[in-house]
């Protein structure tokens, strides 16, 4: 069987632990960072794509760890979820490499779309994500 490419969505957790040393305006005990991160795998199945995403999944989990300014850790946690595309076309320039659609009432305004997506404009400032940069 020929290999296709599929473009293959996994979420994380990103959390600070342990006790701050010292905080700010910008320090948030409750926040964490919730990351989506799309790849492309190339695999002969649906199935094998999958086990390579989440190989790649807990590898890249595994490997992000850090101080933060506040001398606390920050882990990341892969969630065990997935969502996989497969790609029609071969990658290239301008080439579709994930699409996902979700049934949304009418009544749903698009601003609120826009910030469910991508996060409210404070939500993407710097100073409120200091706690999730590493010490350096």
Known sequence: MPASWYGVKTIY?????????GADE???AEATL???RIILVQATSIQKAIDKAERDAHEYADGFEHENPYGQQVRCRYLGEYDVFEM????ADRVEV???TELVSKKVKDKTLGDWAFGTEDE?????????????
């Open 88 to 91: 029609l076309t071969k990658p």
């Open 34 to 36: 919730l990351e989506e």
């Open 26 to 28: 910008a320090y948030d």
């Open 124 to 136: 993407k400032e710097a100073p409120l994500r200091k706690k999730f940069f590493a010490r350096e």
């Open 13 to 21: 957790r990103i959390e600070a632990t342990g006790r701050p040393k």
């Open 98 to 100: 994930y699409s996902r």
